[in-house]
């Protein structure tokens, strides 16, 4: 597709500029080109920075089930693994250095991890959980509820401006708002940062065919212009 070659373009400028080859900005602005997305909203993906990821990472929390939640968020952030992957995932499926994530359609997919993602899985390899599952298991409500207090909690304060209403946008914490979902946008948003192509990003993140990449990409582009 067009977006695809235009996503290659842009790649390679990225690098281009980096090395001093190029000194012109103006290709930053090639997604503002191209047809917009219908069925995503830009302004209401929400994703953490690093140094918001590191906060949240670094905090110190006395209860278990908090810790537990702080650990899952940020193993989706530190590897695009979706939550409900998370809960399918078995002993078996964690190897020395990688995961090994099967999709509801069968696709298999190996993620190699980094130090963060390693220390978490470290931490509960040796822990048994019924079903022989990797990680505790968290239901949806417990995980936003917990996931909610650890970013009050590390001072995750940073404001942004949501859809509210149907008709209305009001200004909330990034705190008061954390969701799984943001945990795999930030995955994303950090990963493109990082100059990650998109066809890793899917190796990683199994995000096919998802408007996310694109958005997140130019919403970064936006920022530093």
Known sequence: TIRRFVNILVWFLNWATEKGYNLYQEYKLFYNLLEKQKKTDNKNIIFLTSNELELLWSLQVSSRKEQQV???FCLSAFTGIRFSEINRLKKNDIGADSLTVTGPRGRVRHITLNE????????????????????????????????RIAGEECGLD??????YKSHERKLFRISSVLSPVIAVNTFIAISLE??????????FSGIV?????????????LKEL
């Open 158 to 163: 940073r404001k942004i401006l949501l859809n």
């Open 70 to 72: 702080r650990d899952l």
């Open 209 to 221: 065919r998802d408007n996310r990449i694109y958005a997140i990409r130019e919403n970064l582009m």
């Open 116 to 147: 963060y993602a390693g220390e978490i899985v470290q931490k509960y390899s040796n822990k048994y959980y019924p079903g022989d599952k990797a990680f505790p298991a968290v239901s949806p409500v417990s995980y936003i509820k917990w996931i």
């Open 194 to 203: 990082n100059g990650m192509s998109e066809v890793a990003l899917a190796g």
